[in-house]
């Protein structure tokens, strides 16, 4: 059963332009999503979270949006550089901070971008 | 530099072994976690824990087995009872009290079944 799926295994972008990569969700418990990039033969590095209080979190060129009812994050890059090319995975958890399962996350099963120069 | 380190990086296994991955973290986090790649798969829990001498089974526990004697180290063993082990294995950490969930990672070990 997987719980937090990213339907497009790979997106391709021209340099400057928008990437948006999608990611639902079937867990109402959820209630923190996060998104990570990973570059191959490389632990992922975290890049942007969104608690389920907040419909939009901005951090320079990359931005997530909540649609908590639609059950959907997506993440926004723009403009988009060659060096953002990776796989990108989205992960949600359903514990709160200090909960006996704090930190256990459900992950995507990721997408890959190429931004094209 | 604080940071995860994972030995080895690449490891082959001969059917019907056991094989230990290792995770040491000088960051001082509280929680620490171990995950399992596969292609085309997202990451899925293994096993976590929370504090030295305690641990939970992840997702898909069923073949591996972890200790957690020191705060900077949670091994993780590949038994035999793991029926397809091949895969990219993640060690990752958490301060126990963080507000964002954001993991560190190590860099990762290939394990490979011949």
């Known amino acids: 059963d997987q719980q937090v799926k990213q339907n497009s295994p790979s997106l391709s972008v021209q340099e400057g332009r928008i990437s948006i990569l999608n990611c639902d969700y079937t867990?109402?418990?959820?209630?923190?999503f996060l998104w990570y990039k990973k570059y191959p033969a490389e632990g992922p590095t975290f890049l942007i979270s969104i608690s389920s209080i907040k419909d939009k979190n901005e951090d320079g060129r990359f931005t997530v949006f909540l649609n908590k009812s639609a059950k959907h994050l997506s993440l926004h890059i723009v403009p988009s550089q060659p060096g953002d090319s990776a796989v990108y995975f989205c992960?949600?958890?359903?514990?709160?901070?200090?909960?006996?399962?704090?930190?256990?996350?459900?992950f995507g099963q990721g997408t890959i971008l190429t931004v094209h120069p | 530099d604080g940071g995860i380190t994972q030995s080895p990086k690449y490891l082959f296994r001969k059917e019907g072994q056991n094989v230990t991955l290792s995770c040491e973290q000088n960051?001082?986090?509280?929680?620490m976690y171990w995950y399992r790649q596969d292609p085309g798969q997202g990451l899925r829990l293994i096993y976590y824990s929370q504090i030295v001498n305690d641990f939970q089974k992840g997702d898909i526990a069923e073949g591996y087995s972890v200790s957690r004697e020191k705060k900077e180290s949670f091994p993780l063993t590949v038994t035999s009872a793991q029926k397809n082990p091949t895969a990219f294995y993640l060690c990752a950490t958490l301060p126990n009290w963080g507000t964002n969930y954001g993991y560190t990672f190590g860099s990762g070990t290939r394990l490979t079944v011949v």
């Open positions: 992960a949600a958890s359903a514990e709160s901070i200090g909960g006996t399962s704090y930190g256990k996350l459900t």
């Open positions: 960051l001082n986090h509280d929680a």
């Open positions: 867990n109402s418990m959820f209630d923190y």
